[in-house]
């Protein structure tokens, strides 16, 4: 996978991963004429389309478009897969994600995200692992926030 592009019915870019090094010219070059393609489409048209050197596989799952740049040998239909689990584990994280979600807790949609792929590859298929590795992230945040909280109050007590 070359990238991965979330935005929403109006255009707007909500969350972009790169897998290949371009310059922040290109990137939204890029994201700009993908965006316009896509949201030009018709509803009924097929998910797939050929841009550049690169096959598109996108899905809109409410307000929000997925969309993923692969490479010519690259399987579209695993793609699709990809972009749905990505979608089940923002819905198991969030319940019923939504857009508000994406752009609130962006940082969160990264590290899941992250927890799902590596370097544009799928490196954790069972959503149970992933979604245990982002609740073990969450417990250790929680932690060191709470360590934090007790030292700086400590730190008070003490002056």
């Known amino acids: 996978m070359q990238f991965m592009l979330l935005f929403s019915r109006q255009g707007k870019l909500r969350l ?13 070059k890029i994201s700009r004429d993908l965006v316009q393609t ?13 841009w550049r050197d690169l096959k598109i596989v996108y899905k809109r799952y409410a307000s929000l478009y997925f969309c993923c740049a692969v490479e010519d040998q690259d399987n579209e239909l695993i ?7 990505y979608v ?8 019923s994600v ?3 979600d994406i752009i609130f807790n962006f940082e969160k949609a990264y ?12 490196q954790e298929t069972s959503k149970k692992n992933v979604l245990k590795a ?14 934090n909280h007790t030292f700086n109050y400590n730190l008070n007590d003490a002056c």
């Open 134 to 147: 982002i609740e073990q992230a969450d417990l250790l945040q929680e932690r060191l926030s709470w360590g």
């Open 16 to 28: 972009q991963k790169w897998y290949v090094p371009l310059s922040d010219k290109e990137r939204k």
């Open 98 to 100: 939504c857009e508000l």
């Open 38 to 50: 896509i949201l030009a489409r018709k509803p009924k048209m097929c998910s797939f389309l050929e």
């Open 88 to 95: 089940e584990l923002l819905d198991k994280y969030f319940g």
């Open 111 to 122: 590290f899941i995200l992250d927890e799902f792929l590596l370097g544009g590859e799928a």
């Open 79 to 85: 793609t699709l897969e990809i972009i749905h689990r």
